[in-house]
């Protein structure tokens, strides 16, 4: 099934391109099926990219989903025209009376930056507290995984004295969890952070389940034990060139930026990077889609709050 977003979307006609099913809204209203629902709340600076990068993983799926761009009104973007912002994104106050069955919250590049420094942070509080009753399952990603781990258990993050740039190998510690059927027990998955979250903070917090770890990235999928919040610390949406794209941006910059780990065939920036992770970034989304938001949430969102604390994981 299809996911159904804009037609003038950049990312409708780039998907397109590589032959993945997306259809737009006036064909679907054709159709007697309801959508899930997704809430995107895009912090990234390259907005369209991420768009197409996280619409790849959402159509993915036998289920027709439809998905809504949230942006922050206390922080405007300053990298994609207003005219882009203005066609596509919503903000809170024109979404929060009304009820989705799955949300994202990216990353951004604020990982150096105390949580209450960031500008939009009490913006972004009141949307991750709204998505406790109005979202049947949110999925956080990078520094959105840590901002929310912060918000809800007080999980903290430390700065690295180097960045964690690369792609690592993972393993799967709970193979029972929905979140990774399929997965292999070691899978690979890329980061680019500067921070990360403190071990022993999630390990006391006895409403989370550690569900992928990495021996030199650490801490990669979290879960509450009902699956309504999941935590990415990594960046399994990138496309084969992302990583390469943000070395030699730092590189032009005159930044301090090693090549990324067990990207480059021999670490040789000069080589073609090889793209390891797409598969079990797809299997992530999907087993997301299927398990925690498709096959739980109610067909009538407006019972989303009633079901708040309901199914118990693995």
Same mark, same amino acid.
């Given at each position: 099934?299809?996911? @159904? @977003?804009?037609?003038?979307?950049?990312?409708?006609?780039?998907?397109?391109?590589?032959?993945?099913?997306?259809?737009?809204?006036?064909?679907?209203?054709?159709?007697? +099926?309801?959508?899930?629902?997704?809430?995107?709340?895009?912090?990234?600076?390259?907005? +369209?990219?991420? #768009?197409?990068?996280?619409?790849?993983?959402?159509?993915? =799926?036998?289920?027709?989903? $439809?998905?809504?761009?949230? $942006?922050? %009104?206390?922080?405007?973007?300053?990298?994609?025209?207003? #005219?882009?912002?203005?066609?596509?994104?919503?903000?809170? #106050? /024109?979404?929060?009376?009304?009820?989705?069955?799955?949300?994202?919250?990216?990353? %951004?590049?604020?990982?150096? +930056?105390? &949580?209450?420094?960031?500008?939009?942070?009490? /913006?972004?509080?009141?949307?991750?507290?709204?998505?406790?009753?109005?979202?049947?399952?949110?999925?956080?990603?990078?520094?959105?995984?840590?901002?929310?781990?912060?918000?809800?258990?007080?999980?903290?993050?430390?700065? &690295?004295?180097?960045?964690?740039?690369?792609? &690592?190998?993972?393993?799967?510690?709970?193979?029972?969890?929905?979140?990774?059927?399929? &997965?292999?027990? !070691?899978?690979?998955?890329?980061?680019?952070?500067?921070?990360?979250?403190?071990?022993?903070?999630?390990?006391?917090? =006895?409403?989370?389940? !550690?569900?992928?770890?990495?021996?030199?990235?650490?801490?990669?999928?979290?879960?509450?034990?009902?699956?309504? $919040?999941?935590?990415?610390?990594?960046?399994?949406?990138?496309?084969?060139?992302?990583?390469?794209? #943000?070395?030699?941006?730092?590189?032009?910059?005159?930044?301090?930026?090693?090549?990324?780990?067990?990207?480059?065939?021999?670490?040789?920036?000069?080589?073609?990077?090889?793209?390891?992770?797409?598969?079990?970034?797809?299997?992530?989304?999907?087993?997301?889609?299927?398990?925690? !938001?498709?096959?739980?949430?109610?067909?009538?969102?407006? /019972?989303? /709050?009633?079901?708040?604390?309901?199914?118990?994981?693995?």
């Amino acid at each position: 099934m299809p996911l @159904i @977003i804009p037609k003038e979307l950049p990312a409708y006609q780039a998907l397109g391109d590589e032959n993945i099913f997306v259809m737009h809204r006036e064909r679907a209203v054709r159709q007697q +099926i309801r959508p899930l629902r997704i809430l995107i709340l895009n912090l990234m600076p390259t907005k +369209i990219t991420t #768009e197409t990068q996280l619409a790849r993983l959402l159509a993915n =799926s036998p289920l027709q989903v $439809q998905f809504t761009l949230l $942006q922050t %009104a206390s922080h405007p973007a300053t990298h994609v025209s207003p #005219e882009h912002l203005d066609a596509f994104y919503k903000t809170f #106050e /024109e979404v929060r009376q009304e009820r989705f069955d799955g949300m994202i919250i990216t990353g %951004a590049p604020v990982e150096t +930056i105390p &949580f209450e420094d960031v500008d939009y942070w009490p /913006e972004l509080c009141e949307i991750m507290e709204y998505s406790k009753t109005s979202v049947y399952s949110t999925l956080h990603v990078c520094w959105g995984a840590q901002a929310a781990l912060y918000y809800h258990f007080g999980v903290r993050k430390e700065l &690295f004295s180097q960045k964690l740039f690369g792609v &690592f190998p993972h393993r799967v510690t709970r193979p029972a969890n929905p979140l990774v059927r399929g &997965f292999d027990e !070691v899978f690979y998955a890329p980061h680019s952070r500067h921070s990360g979250v403190v071990r022993q903070d999630v390990d006391a917090c =006895s409403e989370l389940r !550690v569900l992928a770890e990495s021996e030199e990235a650490g801490v990669y999928l979290m879960s509450t034990e009902n699956g309504r $919040q999941i935590f990415v610390t990594g960046h399994p949406e990138y496309d084969k060139y992302t990583l390469d794209g #943000e070395y030699r941006r730092d590189l032009d910059k005159g930044l301090p930026i090693q090549p990324p780990a067990n990207y480059y065939p021999g670490d040789d920036p000069s080589r073609e990077p090889l793209f390891r992770w797409r598969a079990h970034a797809h299997l992530l989304y999907s087993n997301w889609l299927n398990y925690y !938001v498709y096959q739980n949430t109610p067909y009538d969102l407006a /019972e989303l /709050e009633a079901l708040k604390g309901r199914r118990a994981g693995v």
